[in-house]
């Protein structure tokens, strides 16, 4: 069973950082894309961002500059570092992992989601 376990959410003012961190663990072979979505009350989930196992990197227009996504291959874990926060960045962040299994089956899987909240 494959979980990815979120940190790192909370609230912070306009301006303010934060760094989300969400960790793969279980039985599986090997991590390709993982990446950050959000959804806001409301509207749709979204992408936020998403890196692949080489470290190729894709970013939404509204966190260019402002969001950087990293991750350690080693810790099956995906990072997503949050400056220069707008109120609009308020949301439920979710982890999510495309992950390939023992029997060389791709599978996504999604955290439980954490709340990031941006006060003006």
């Known amino acids: 069973q494959v979980q990815l376990l979120e940190s790192g959410g909370g609230l912070v003012q306009a301006g303010g950082s934060l760094r989300l961190s969400c960790a793969a663990s279980?039985?599986?072979?090997?991590?390709?894309?993982m990446g950050w979505f959000r959804q806001a009350p409301g509207k749709q989930r979204e992408l936020v961002a998403t890196?692949?196992?080489?470290?190729?990197?894709n970013y939404a227009e509204s966190v260019k500059g402002r969001f950087t996504i990293s991750r350690d291959n080693a810790k099956n874990t995906v990072y997503l570092q949050m400056n220069s926060l707008k109120p609009e960045d308020t949301a439920v962040y979710y982890c999510?992992?495309?992950?390939?299994?023992?029997?060389?089956?791709?599978?996504?899987?999604w955290g439980q989601g954490t709340q990031v909240t941006v006060s003006s």
């Open positions: 279980g039985s599986f072979r090997s991590i390709n894309t």
């Open positions: 890196i692949t196992s080489g470290g190729n990197t």
């Open positions: 999510y992992a495309r992950i390939v299994n023992s029997r060389w089956a791709l599978n996504d899987y």
